[in-house]
């Protein structure tokens, strides 16, 4: 069975962290919306959806995708760059232990999983504002042992 982890909107998106667009008003209850389709979506293509709903004034918690990179033999608890971000990592962490072997990215390190793209037994991960080198090093040093190729973009 595929597991499909979600989070819930945070009423507080729109003080989400941007980096390469103007902020724009967030329409909640259209996010909203739209994240009860992108869910049934998942359940439609077969995933089991854990919905989270954790702490709410977190405004970026819906990317849960930033908070962990899932491979087969583990799964990669991330250090956002961006600090207010980085609680969201608690309650992903909890539901991904019931399912893989759990690992942390540490200080120095940053890393977030929107840098990061595998293809294969090869993972990209690109050393931005959010992701440095630390967090790269970390990654090589847990993934070598499993064959994974990292490749610094």
Known sequence: MLIAITHEVSPNMGQCEITHIPRQEIDIE?????????????????????????????????????????????????????GTRRDETRKVAEVLGEYRTIFKIVSPGTLEGGDVLQVGKTLYIGVTGRSNDSGVQQVIDLVSPHEYEVVRV
């Open 30 to 82: 259209l996010a909203r919306s739209q994240h009860i389709q992108y869910e049934m979506a998942l359940v439609e293509l077969g995933c089991q959806v854990k919905r989270l709903s954790g702490d709410l004034s977190l405004p970026d918690s819906v990317f849960v995708e930033d908070t962990a990179i899932v491979l087969n033999e583990m799964a990669i608890i991330t250090r956002p760059g961006v």
